[in-house]
């Protein structure tokens, strides 16, 4: 497979599901992730019925799905009810990739307050765990997301966006049923830069790498590449060459710019000496 076969567009929330397969098919796209929280995608509105036709057509298009859960979802949450509320919103995903046809589920570590960091990231850590023991028994496979930095003064941060507290997580939960989304922008954003994450994180365990243009020590955005400074060129030959074999990810601007960028990427890729 060709890298212009292995980089695939995050469709959100943009389609309805079998709408974004036929779409992905039309436009020779062999992977798509979409997400489960609104619309007529909403996780609770697939019956048996719906969720056989999907699986027939990502079969007949050859088509890999990735389901991505909402971020704004707090996996570090402790507080009665809502805590249970959030096991319940990550078991329904879990239970809805096999009937989907989907292969993963991009999960998150949660978000903290500032103040109480220690607690919530303990409260995620055992949700992940709990979480991923589920996906095993399920036959899923959950792939922990690094986010994005918030600015110093904010007072509500993401978890699992340094190096640091990334590794805190995937090396506490030795499970088969978890392995990593690297979103190569939100580390462009940080000191240590791309370079510095895949020297440091377990390329072995990566599935997917996220992509989009942003700023150097900059702020989250979602660039289309070619809008910011990331290097795209050189982060496929870091990454190609760590022998990584696993798809990637655009998360930017509307569908036709995901698409259109493929190409560009790919060719990026050849002029930095990857064998695309």
């Known amino acids: 497979m060709g890298l212009i076969e292995r980089i695939g567009v995050d469709v959100g929330r943009r389609l309805r599901l079998e709408d974004a397969i036929a779409w992905a098919a039309a436009n020779g796209v062999r992977y798509i992730d979409i997400q489960l929280d609104t619309g007529a995608n909403a996780v609770t509105s697939f019956d048996d019925a719906r969720c056989r036709a999907i699986r027939a057509a990502l079969e007949k298009h050859g088509i890999h799905l ?16 809502l805590s249970e509320a959030v096991d319940a919103y990550m078991k329904a995903y879990i239970d809805a990739a096999p009937r989907l046809g989907a292969a993963s589920i991009v999960v998150h570590a949660g978000y903290h307050f500032t103040a109480d960091a220690e607690m919530r990231m303990q409260a995620g850590l055992d949700r992940l765990k709990r979480m991923a023991a589920y996906a095993e028994a399920k036959g899923t496979l959950l792939l922990l997301e690094n986010l994005n930095k918030e600015p110093a003064e904010a007072e509500v941060h993401y978890l699992a966006h340094t190096i640091e507290e990334w590794r805190y997580y995937y090396e506490a939960i030795d499970s088969p049923a978890l392995a990593l989304s690297f979103t190569a922008n939100h580390a462009h954003l940080l000191p240590e830069g791309v370079e510095g994450f895949v020297a440091a994180i377990p390329m072995h365990r990566v ?24 290097d795209f060129g050189a982060m496929f030959r870091l990454i190609e060459g760590t022998g990584f074999k696993g798809h990637y990810m655009n998360a930017f601007g509307t569908l036709e710019d995901m698409q259109e960028a493929r190409a560009r990427l790919a060719a990026l890729a050849r002029a930095a000496g990857v064998a695309a």
Do not use: I, M, W
């Not at 790498?209 to 289309?224: I, S």
């Open 207 to 230: 599935v997917e790498v996220r992509l989009a243009d942003c700023f150097r020590l900059g702020h989250e955005q979602h660039l289309v590449p070619g809008q910011g400074d990331f």
């Open 66 to 81: 990735g389901l991505h859960t909402l971020s704004a979802v707090n996996v570090a949450e402790y507080s009665p009810f």
